[in-house]
């Protein structure tokens, strides 16, 4: 095996483990168990389970996001962008549950970014760009633009959570029910919102 393949090998098994046990539960003897080879092999090729860690989350980071990005980047009506975003996630989920299983775990300490949340939050920054210019065109304040991207990122980032659990419905079901719930909720939008005094 050329070093290269030898790499490979590694984050694959390293992948599965991750995906099955979590970081915590996953250590150097198991992924060069796994991998047939000795401690040192991961060793060289990645300083350490953090360095392999590392790697598979980037990746997984760099695949979602990409999706995500190509989906508000394309044009069309904003409830397109809102649709193809939210099969985005979830063609992200179907197609690669353990690099999903990965990012929404809770990451090492050490990691600062390339956790899902910081994912989520690189997004919300896009689909706040997108939502403040519509807000301006039919009048509204652009200002709120980021809580209300914070929002529609967070309900579609949840679902999407919970339809990798669940599976039920189906995926374009899941997807339908999103949209219906994030695009009637803004055709209806408020300028000035209130709340009815508390009792």
């Known amino acids: 095996m050329t070093s290269r393949e030898r790499r490979e090998q590694l ?4 992948r599965t483990l991750f995906a099955e046990r979590g970081f915590e539960g996953t250590s150097v003897e198991e992924i060069a ?5 000795s401690k040192p092999v991961v060793y060289e090729h990645f300083g350490g389970k953090e360095g392999v860690y590392a790697v598979i989350v980037d990746r997984e ?8 990005t190509g989906a508000l980047s394309e044009r069309g009506h904003p409830r397109q962008l809102v ?23 809770d990451s090492p300490v050490a ?11 690189d997004v919300a920054t896009q689909v706040e760009h997108l939502l403040g210019h519509q807000m ?26 919970h339809w990798a659990e669940a599976r039920e419905p189906s995926k374009d079901e899941v997807a339908a029910h999103m949209v ?14 209130v709340l009815p005094p508390a009792d």
């Open 83 to 105: 649709e193809r975003a939210a099969r985005a996630l979830l063609d992200y989920i179907e197609s690669s549950p353990a690099g999903f299983r990965i990012l929404v775990r």
């Open 61 to 68: 980071v760099e695949a979602l996001l990409g999706a995500l």
């Open 180 to 193: 219906n719930l994030a695009w009637n909720g803004l055709s209806n939008f408020e300028a000035d919102p």
């Open 11 to 14: 984050l694959t098994v390293s």
């Open 136 to 161: 301006a065109k039919r009048g509204l304040d652009p200002s709120t633009a980021p809580i209300y991207s914070q929002m529609l990122v967070g309900m579609v980032a949840l679902a999407g959570q």
């Open 33 to 37: 168990s796994r991998a047939d080879v």
């Open 111 to 121: 990691q600062a970014g390339g956790t899902f949340s910081s994912l989520i939050g």
